[in-house]
């Protein structure tokens, strides 16, 4: 009986442990700022990631180009499951988010609303763990595929 109530705690250990270090090894951890020239631009945008079980949590908050505010934080695994996302300014509005885990630098991201796709992208941290790019694809209004890049610097 004792042997039992000792193994079940070590096996829980065995398998917990290993998935947290896994997401706090994650070098999307932290705050990042993104990259903008004040002079050009208008709008800010902060991203704080932190670990969570086998995935990851984010806050974004920051003010769009027309100078409304945005706030909205989701906690998702890399799974490629629809995880929900809250609050306001979400890219597209959307609703819900899908990450995906390429490789230890590389996520894929999905972005929908209503179960539709919005907008596909890719974040890819670079190897000295300061600078994340972002890049999306989206259709406008008019069915044109429209791209972007984005640069956030680790805080």
């Known amino acids: 009986m004792k042997r039992t109530r ?7 250990l ?3 442990v290993p998935s947290v270090l896994l997401a706090q090894d994650n070098p999307l951890i932290g705050t990042w700022k993104h990259k903008v020239d004040a002079a050009q631009t208008k ?15 984010l806050s974004a908050e920051g003010t769009n180009e027309d100078g409304t505010h945005f706030a909205y934080t989701y906690t998702a695994n890399f799974d490629g499951k ?6 306001t300014g979400t890219p597209g ?7 995906k885990s390429i490789d230890r630098n590389t996520t ?7 179960g539709k796709v919005l907008l596909t992208g890719q974040y890819v941290v670079s190897k000295d763990g300061k600078v ?5 694809k989206t259709t406008d209004a008019n069915g044109k ?3 972007g890049t984005f640069v956030w610097e680790k805080q």
């Open 82 to 87: 629809d995880y929900p996302v809250s609050g």
């Open 6 to 12: 000792m193994l079940v705690p070590l096996v829980a």
């Open 132 to 136: 994340v790019t972002g890049t999306g």
């Open 93 to 99: 509005g959307a609703d819900t988010i899908a990450l």
């Open 145 to 147: 595929e429209v791209s």
């Open 43 to 57: 709008y800010t945008r902060t991203l704080t990631y932190e670990a969570h079980g086998n995935g990851i949590k």
């Open 14 to 16: 065995s398998v917990l």
């Open 108 to 114: 894929d991201v999905t972005w929908k609303k209503a």
